[in-house]
Each structure stands twice: as C-alpha cells, then as structure tokens.
C-alpha cells in the first residue's frame, strides 16, 4: 500500500510524519523565489476561505479540512499528467472537482486513491466508471435526498484530468474514440459536452485526492452539533491525521 499522509490545514503534523513533511516543503521551497514563496500560504488559505463559503451556501456546515499528502500517488498521477500533455486538446487538461465517499472508504481513497467502488452512483447512467462533480450543489441535492440527518458528510477534493472528453453512455466501460476507426480515445465523459457539470474516468490515474471536507447539514449543524464538539478528526487515534476546527483562524 502506498504510504499515506493527511493533516489538517492549519494544524501541525504529528510527531512521526512532521520531519518528512518538512522536508518536502523545504526542497520545494528551495526551488522558487522568495516572493512566490510568500504569496503561497496566504493564497491557499484564501482559496480554502473561498471553499468554505462555497461548500455553506450549498447548506453544508464545514467541520474541517484535510490537506491529502500521498507521495506515491502524486506521483503517478503526475506522470499520467505528463503523458496527456502530449495530446494537444482545446479543453483544459485537469480540474478541481467533488466526490462525497462514505467514511469506510475515506482512509482507503486517501492510501490507494480513487475508484469507483468507493463512491459509485447507484444508476451509472454516463458509464461505468469513477463520477466527479464540478459543482458542490450537486454534491448537496444528493446528500439532501440519501443522507441521515445525524451523519457526517465527507466530500473530497482532487485534481482531475479531464482531458478530451465526450458524452458519456451507461454502456461505457471507456471512453469513446475521438473519431469512427481511430485508436485514440477521449479521456473522460460527461453529462453534457456544451456544459459538463459531471465527470466520469475510467483509470483512478487520473485523479488525486487533494482535500477532504468534513461536513455537516447546517440544519443538523444547528441541532446537533457545535464548532467546539467537533474540532479533532472523527478517524481513529492509531491514525496520524489531526483535525482542526471551522473556528481555525487558517481557515475561518
């Protein structure tokens, strides 16, 4: 299995993965300019700012998030990244998308990556595949219509490479030719070629998990829960992840 890292954004490591971390960050840092190295904590906690209010005027009460930091999986996700650069497309090759996963399978999304086991729709109506969504309303409907009120919600974030793509069929097991007789394929399908809003893949390559939201209803936010109840992480103590609380001035 690959090795997995998760922390907080905001939160510091825990003691046996802090050094590593460390590490990464120092030779990444070590390769840009001071200036860009300035902006970067301050954009990405704005971004997150961003989401945040996203995710809450969808109706979703946001616990916590989680910074996903799988070193194998970036990995070959970069190198599958790097081999549909070949192939010049007018669409962008990668986005930022949703998958909500049930919380058995959050730690495996996190350790092994995506597939379509953990978090498939019950009708595949645009192929057999893994579904994505760009859109955090679509991510909220479905919760509205199957969620306990008394659950927490868990949506990750990935980077998805979308590619080429074409309208998706529930026959699909891949992705269509780009044309009738050619070897080439599209890689993904969609609810809609003219405005995609759902993203289907059919290799767990071309994701990588990059956040995991916690959640929560906010009518059931209201009721049941508070900020100061849930501010450590739901997984199991064994685990290294460590939460940090919709009150973290990193992410408020």
């Excluded at 049930?102 to 999304?109: A, E, L, S």
């Excluded at 057999?128 to 927490?152: C, P, S």
């Excluded at 394929?185 to 609810?191: A, F, L, N, P």
Aim: proline share 7%; with cysteine.
């Amino acid at each position: 299995m690959p090795p997995k890292q998760r922390h907080a954004v905001g939160a510091k490591a825990a003691p046996h993965c802090g050094s590593q971390m460390k590490q990464s960050w120092s030779l990444s840092q070590s390769q840009e300019p001071e200036a860009r190295r300035r902006r970067r904590p301050t954009e990405k906690k704005e971004a997150l700012q961003d989401r945040k209010k996203q995710f809450e005027k969808c109706g979703l009460q946001v616990i916590k998030v989680e910074e996903i930091g799988n070193g194998v999986l970036e990995a070959v996700f970069q190198a599958k990244k790097k081999m549909m650069e070949g192939n010049t497309r007018k669409e962008p090759l990668s986005r930022m998308l949703f998958q909500r996963v049930p919380r058995q399978f959050c730690d495996m999304v996190c350790r092994v990556g995506f597939h379509r086991v953990y978090s498939g729709p019950c009708d595949s109506k645009y192929g057999v595949g893994i579904y994505f969504t760009k859109n955090l309303k679509t991510v909220a409907d479905q919760i509205h219509k199957t969620t306990a009120t008394d659950e927490l919600i868990y949506v990750f974030e990935a980077e998805v490479l979308t590619g080429s793509f074409c309208q998706g069929c529930h026959t699909n097991i891949v992705p269509s030719p780009l044309s009738p007789g050619v070897i080439d394929s599209h890689d993904s399908v969609v609810d809609s070629v003219s405005s995609p809003e759902t993203f289907v893949i059919f290799s767990g390559t071309q994701a990588v998990p990059k956040y995991l939201w916690t959640c929560t209803q906010v009518q059931v936010q209201s009721q049941n829960y508070s900020p100061k109840q849930m501010t450590l992480s739901p997984w199991s103590p064994k685990r290294s992840s460590i939460g940090s609380s919709v009150d973290d001035p990193h992410i408020k």
